[in-house]
């Protein structure tokens, strides 16, 4: 539970959320906010074990440290390190067929990385854990792009999520288009509209003002008449053009005056108006439009087409639905929930979910979760640092002391004997048992996590040891902390003295 200086809690067991809203004061200790804030951007998952083994290889390097070994040998010895694990999980992986995302193995294959993410998270229970999952798959193949490489590009950026308070989480859906947060500008205008085709303008439906200041000087009510008449005529124009073009639909960036309103209303036109950028341009890639920056200039291939556009009432408020694109290369996940803490955590559950399956299309390779590659990375570094030799061996076999510490820590929250579990499971691996780990739910060990489903995409393993190692080869270069004192500025007509307001700094102080 995390309350911060306004006093709003969070409730999370999210280790990027926790370690970006924790007041942290110690130098060193935000050097490792900053490693998990690097995972959680490259990756999106792993940032709680990328702390823990930047922690346990500090906690290591400090009892070396005691034993006279220089940091710069350490530091060699890690980086060794960090290149042997890396060699060896890619090794071990084991790569996984996506060439067709829409057959059903794929799928399967999908939901099984999918669960492993997914399953310590607030949202995993019940029928609904299921539905978000399948909802995130399916967001997931819409806007999947191949790679000449052989796997896919995942834009999370073309994911959009929206949160309504109401329902439960089972009543979330995705929306092959996207979902405004809007509400139909006029009363008279239809608030459904089939085969839709829909106008898409960063420009306002109004007179705008002009960029320099004019004044205007009127000598009678006719003159009045007449401006007003000009403005309603140039509104008329600009609808009657959108209209000629065939658009049924309106989005609008700015804003909409309310003659252009009456004169819209008047064609049939549904409108919305002040729609953010971001959607704007989601807009036209799910509608496959084109942004209108000029009326005059508009044809009907500019305008885009979604099988429905619909003003719907979703808990106290009214959005539109803009459904049924051809091509849709942006979609929305609408999320309800009974609280606004609900609904936060489910959308932070579909964002490391929406992460991890990005992560397995663009480097579709997998290993053993449950402390399996850990235990099996820490072997194969034992045996690289004996044929090391030196003081170097010492940090390699400190790197791998660190390692094997993770499903020591797993089987302790499990409840489980920490060091009889270590030993069991080194002999496992001794045996050749590469993915044998930790099931953390039933507090026991066995052969293969992968046959209960606990698995991780390679490019998150590997991202949390370069984090892990970067951020504790950083911590062991730094030689002393400097506190510097800040500038005191001179008070008028005063001097700067010793011990007197506005002197020089004090010395920095060296810890």
Do not use: W
Request: charged content about 30%.
């Amino acid at each position: 539970m995390l309350i911060d200086s306004f006093g709003d809690v969070t409730i999370t067991n999210d280790g990027a959320t926790i370690v970006k809203d924790m007041e942290i004061q110690h130098p060193a200790a935000k050097l490792l906010v900053e490693a998990a804030k690097a995972q959680d951007s490259e990756v999106g998952d792993g940032t709680t074990s990328a702390v823990v083994l930047a922690g346990l290889l500090l906690e290591k390097a400090e009892r070396l440290l005691d034993q006279n070994v220089h940091p710069t040998i350490i530091i060699e010895g890690y980086k060794r390190a960090q290149e042997r694990a890396l060699e060896a999980l890619y090794q071990v992986a084991t790569k996984v067929d996506v060439k067709d995302l829409t057959s059903p193995s794929t799928r399967s294959s999908l939901k099984k990385i999918l669960y492993t993410t997914m399953s310590s998270k607030f949202v995993a229970s019940g029928e609904s854990f299921d539905r978000l999952m399948d909802l995130i798959i399916d967001a997931v193949v819409k806007v999947a792009e191949p790679l000449p490489s052989g796997g896919y590009n995942v834009s999370l950026d073309n994911i959009k999520i929206d949160k309504k308070k109401g329902g439960t989480i089972e009543d979330s859906m995705l929306v092959n288009g996207l979902v405004l947060d809007k509400e139909v500008v006029h009363a008279g205008m239809p608030r459904r509209v089939e085969k839709a085709k829909i106008a898409v303008l960063d420009m306002a439906l109004e007179v705008e003002k002009p960029e320099i200041s004019t004044k205007i000087s009127i000598t009678s009510p006719e003159q009045i008449k007449a401006f007003l008449d000009e403005e309603t005529k140039y509104l008329k124009e600009m609808v009657d053009k959108l209209a000629a073009i065939g658009a049924n639909v309106v989005v609008c960036q700015k804003g909409i005056d309310d003659v252009a309103q009456h004169f819209l209303a008047k064609k049939g036109i549904m409108a919305v108006r002040r729609v953010k950028r971001s959607d704007i341009e989601k807009l036209e890639k799910a509608l496959g439009a084109r942004i209108i920056s000029s009326i005059q200039n508009a044809s009907p291939d500019d305008l885009g087409y979604a099988d429905l556009v619909e003003e719907r009432k979703v808990g106290n408020d009214k959005m539109v639905f803009i459904e049924g694109a051809k091509n849709p290369r942006s979609v929305n996940i609408l999320i309800r929930g009974s609280t606004d803490m609900a609904l936060d955590e489910a959308e932070r559950s579909i964002n490391d979910g929406l992460h991890s399956l990005r992560n397995i299309l663009r480097e579709p390779m997998i290993v053993a979760g449950g402390g399996a590659m850990e235990a099996e990375l820490s072997m194969r570094l034992m045996d690289f640092a004996r044929k090391v030799g030196g003081k170097e061996q010492l940090a390699i076999e400190a790197y791998a002391d660190a390692l094997q510490e993770i499903p020591m820590i797993l089987a302790e929250t499990s409840g489980m004997e920490p060091i009889a579990t270590l030993m069991d499971l080194r002999a496992r691996h001794a045996k050749g048992l590469v993915n044998a780990g930790i099931d953390a739910v039933q507090g026991k060990l066995i052969d293969d996590m992968m046959s209960i489903n606990v698995i991780d995409p390679v490019r998150v393993k590997a991202q949390v040891i370069k984090s892990a190692t970067e951020a504790a080869t950083a911590i062991l270069k730094i030689d002393d902390v400097v506190a510097a004192s800040a500038l005191k500025t001179e008070k008028k007509g005063e001097k700067g003295g010793e011990g007197e307001e506005g002197s020089t700094p004090k010395t920095p102080s060296f810890d």
